[in-house]
């Protein structure tokens, strides 16, 4: 329950700051489907909480967590919010807006029709090497790269 508390008191002053700049995604990611019950921890964003807001295009498809061998529908996007954590200081601090949007193969061939952004928490533009990221979800290859919710985070657990 610390970490839930610790995770949803700066929500506000997270989204403001993604917002900050302008960006599409980074204004609206908040008004998304929420798809988990909690934040978790994922490998590939370093020692952060997550939690990820589906777009329309994503939501039934990304929701349906199959184990494997599905396709997110061209327009997808998957915003995942992120703080780092101090349990010991009961503190968090905002950490960046990673990015996900399904463009397709012809778009984005070497990184399996996927782009990736990211803002930093005042809402400024991360330089990201979309190869980097794309190495970075070949653990969810079979999820089309997604990678679901721990199941225990699932919503209605």
């Given at each position: 329950?610390?970490?839930?508390?610790?995770?949803?008191?700066?929500?506000?002053?997270?989204?403001?700051?993604?917002?900050?700049?302008?960006?599409e995604i980074?204004?609206?990611?908040?008004?998304c489907a929420v798809t988990a019950s909690r934040p978790e921890f994922a490998r590939p964003h370093g020692n952060r909480l997550l939690n990820t807001n589906a777009n329309d295009a994503a939501t039934e498809q990304y929701l349906k967590f199959a184990g494997e061998g599905?396709?997110?529908?061209?327009?997808?996007?998957?915003?995942?919010?992120?703080?780092?954590?101090?349990?010991?200081?009961r503190a968090a601090r905002a950490g960046p807006l990673s990015i996900m949007t399904?463009?397709?193969?012809?778009?984005?061939?070497?990184?399996?029709?996927?782009?990736y952004a990211g803002l930093q928490p005042d809402g400024e533009?991360?330089?990201?090497?979309?190869?980097?990221?794309n190495d970075d979800q070949v653990g969810w290859q079979a999820q089309d790269h997604t990678g679901d919710p721990l199941e225990k985070a699932r919503p209605g657990r």
């Open positions: 329950m610390i970490v839930r508390a610790l995770y949803d008191c700066p929500q506000d002053k997270i989204a403001t700051g993604y917002a900050n700049e302008g960006d980074g204004t609206s990611y908040r008004s599905f396709e997110m529908p061209v327009g997808s996007a998957l915003a995942k919010a992120s703080i780092s954590t101090s349990i010991k200081k399904k463009v397709g193969a012809q778009e984005a061939p070497y990184t399996t029709g996927w782009l533009v991360m330089k990201l090497k979309q190869s980097s990221c």
